[in-house]
């Protein structure tokens, strides 16, 4: 009888036991993995950089030449350009000698009234000019021209506030922002619903790739290509760019391209 007492006071607390394991086990949350990782989206044009802040943008038929520069000859694999864009009048960004050896002859070209007070009398039918805050839309694309300047005492002579462009392209809801020459403006920092963007980042002329992934930071492009990054001390350190993007928001994809190597 004792032994049949102590075998079913054994079964009890072994059921109670079980019974507690079960309980624990359900109300304890399941362990979700985060990642870390940046989402990789499909974007609906190539990139081809020319050069510091010249590229090429093939997006579907259409082809836009952003800061043509450097001779028309650095042009001859692509084709001929539907939309030109100028952002400001420096030599790095406006060369009338390459644009005049383009075949320009369907093309419009945007500038702000700086570039356009600088271009040649045969191509003012061509131009659309636009101030900070226009667009314009044109073989199906809508071109709206965003500030660029500089913030910096040291640097307010390089470029003043209204002279040149930055600019968002859209079309069919993509939205593309190419920066031009400025800092961490609040312009840029209110950038919404950007898929890619463009952004500079070279001293004395702009800003540190510190700035630059602070504001890329704040206004959160889903792809990011660090451009336009020599300066008077060599290359920026587009990979400490990246780092740091990536620190504040994991989800922002980092692109580096080659602008610097002679194909």
């Not at 093939?58 to 836009?64: A, K, R, S, V």
């Not at 959160?220 to 990054?229: C, D, E, G, R």
Request: glycine share 6%.
């Amino acid at each position: 009888m004792k032994h049949l007492v102590i075998l079913l006071l054994t079964c009890i607390t072994f059921i109670s036991c079980k019974e507690k394991q079960t309980e624990t086990a359900t109300v304890s949350p399941p362990v979700k993995e985060v990642s870390t990782k940046a989402i990789t989206q499909e974007l609906p044009f190539k990139v081809h950089p020319i050069s510091h802040a010249t590229m090429v943008l093939q997006w579907g038929d259409t082809t836009i030449y952003i800061d043509p520069v450097g001779g028309a000859e650095v042009f001859a694999d692509y084709p001929q350009p539907d939309l030109i864009l100028v952002t400001d009048i420096h030599g790095d960004h406006l060369n009338v000698a390459t644009i005049e050896g383009l075949d320009t002859s369907k093309a419009k070209i945007m500038v702000p009234q700086a570039v356009a007070d600088k271009m040649p009398e045969a191509f003012v039918p061509q131009l659309d000019v636009l101030n900070n805050g226009d667009s314009k839309e044109r073989f199906g694309f809508s071109v709206e021209a965003i500030p660029m300047y500089n913030l910096r005492e040291e640097a307010l002579k390089f470029h003043t506030k209204g002279r040149g462009n930055g600019y968002v392209i859209e079309k069919d809801g993509t939205r593309v922002y190419i920066s031009g020459d400025t800092e961490d403006i609040p312009e840029m920092r209110a950038l919404k619903d950007i898929d890619a963007a463009f952004v500079c980042m070279n001293l004395p002329y702009t800003m540190t790739e510190i700035n630059a992934a602070d504001a890329v930071i704040a206004f959160a492009p889903k792809t990011i290509y660090p451009y336009h990054y020599r300066g008077t001390e060599g290359l920026s350190d587009v990979a400490n760019f990246k780092t740091i993007v990536n620190k504040g928001n994991p989800a922002i994809h980092v692109v580096q391209l080659d602008w610097y190597t002679k194909k």
